[in-house]
């Protein structure tokens, strides 16, 4: 059975986006450069981190604002697996290039269910923090993946926020420093 | 001259102790287990780590609420090395077994210019959330120490809260991984 992977690149405090998030600069003020490591290109670290990942998505879930906020620079999926967007709307399937949106109304529970389905064995990958944090509360998630970035945003959008006041405990996986970022794995226990 | 270390082990979710913090439970609950590195003694990393720090340290500077817990478990200063405690009470310096703490009411640059005239060529450790984010903020601190333990703790202290909205970029010098825990260090830009 495919994982369910929270994967996020984070700032040192805990960010994932800057303030002032916009259909214009969806990653937030000063929250560009928490993805140096993707598009710097200068180390081969990075560069097999950045191809792991979308080598290995079966399917993707994400939030309706990330949808929103996402599309219009993806124009497609944001990887080429079935996509399945929480939200309260009902809507048909969107059929985009290489794969398409499903919207789901019943929760993160359904959206499990059916990316599990679609993905196979291949994982599947969380987008939004207010997905990650739903599934983390439902015990739905089975690891976590982030990119630690040297940077202290100040403010922004938490991964880790509003997560229940149950310890969740982890185990770390994988530990890789590139000059950019800290590669840090873990599997939820 | 002595640099001025924020040093810290740290929750996933960014909590350097738990909730309910008490004098009988000084970690807060669920806090204890981020010091497990400390006390397990099975990792030789962990215990290098361990040796290091106190080895460097030339003054401390701490807060008031960290003073008053701390003191009774401590019975001497936090390190043998001299100490000041941020406080608006006036306070006659407390002379301990291995040092004395000296009570500061200038603020944070006061604590900052005394314990740096006190550690000479040695590093300030900072003690306490609160006079970190202080520190972080008045872009008084010169390296970043962490140890990240592998848990989630979803409520607590938050060692990077309040810090400002200005982005202050970081350096990676170090990251070790132990079976317990991520050894981190990064350099102020």
Known sequence: MGKVIVSFTMSLDGFIAGPNISPEDAMGEGGEQLHDWL?????????????????????VILGKRTF????????DTPFPAPSFVLTH??????????????????GVESAVQQAK??????????????????????KLADEIVLQLAPVLLGQGTRLFDGIGDETIELKNTRTIQ??????LRYQIL
């Open 39 to 59: 598009f710097d290109g200068s180390s081969e670290i990075d560069r097999d981190m950045a191809r792991e990942m979308p080598a290995n998505v079966g399917a």
């Open 68 to 75: 929103d906020l996402g599309l219009p620079h993806w124009e």
């Open 89 to 106: 709307e009902k809507r048909e399937p969107l059929k985009m290039k290489s794969s398409a949106f499903t919207f789901i109304n019943g």
């Open 117 to 138: 389905a679609a993905a196979s064995e291949k994982d599947i990958i969380v987008m939004g923090a207010n997905v990650a944090q739903q599934l983390l509360r439902a």
């Open 178 to 183: 590139s000059p950019l970022v800290t590669h």
